[in-house]
């Protein structure tokens, strides 16, 4: 099985859609150490990563009430860390290529933003786990996590 290290090279900037995060921060198997490495290589600088704030947003949105403050102060930390990552605002620029994606390729305002996101940054890639969103966006090409996971058989 190819490894996802051997499709991205030193350096490679990509765009990391919200489940990357959210599987890191609910330690969710077996997605977990997959998205660590990612994040690893990331603040290392041997990735370089770009998100959008609506992927802020998401994972900000995740944390049950009771464990908000938590949450927050995590995603705060880890984002702070990942001084190789881009968070972008969404511009006009960003929004008109989201809307030309949402209108062709037929996806979710948020994940045509997402994308818009990755695509207006210049990333050859979008890392997250969303097989209909990867099947329908072909302006970039995204990575199934779930292609690169390591399964106990």
Excluded at 8 to 35: H, T, W
Aim: aromatic share 6%; charged share 30%.
């Amino acid at each position: 099985m190819t490894k996802l290290w051997d499709l991205l090279s030193e350096r490679e900037k990509v765009g990391l859609d919200s489940a990357v995060f959210i599987y890191y921060l609910n330690r969710q198997k077996p997605y977990f150490p997959l998205c660590l490495e990612i994040l690893k290589r990331i603040e290392a600088g041997r990735l370089r990563g770009v998100i959008s704030v609506v992927n802020e947003m998401e994972m900000l949105a995740i944390a049950p009430t009771e464990s908000r403050e938590q949450m927050v102060n995590d995603v705060e930390r880890l984002l702070d860390r990942l001084t190789n990552l881009d968070i972008l605002s969404v511009d006009r620029a960003i929004a008109r290529r989201a809307a030309e994606l949402r209108a062709h390729a037929r996806v979710r305002g948020l994940d045509a933003l997402v994308a818009a996101t990755a695509l207006s940054s210049g990333c050859g890639f979008l890392l997250g786990n969303d097989a209909e969103f990867a099947r329908r966006v072909t302006d970039i090409t995204y990575i199934l996590l779930d292609d690169f996971v390591e399964t106990a058989t």
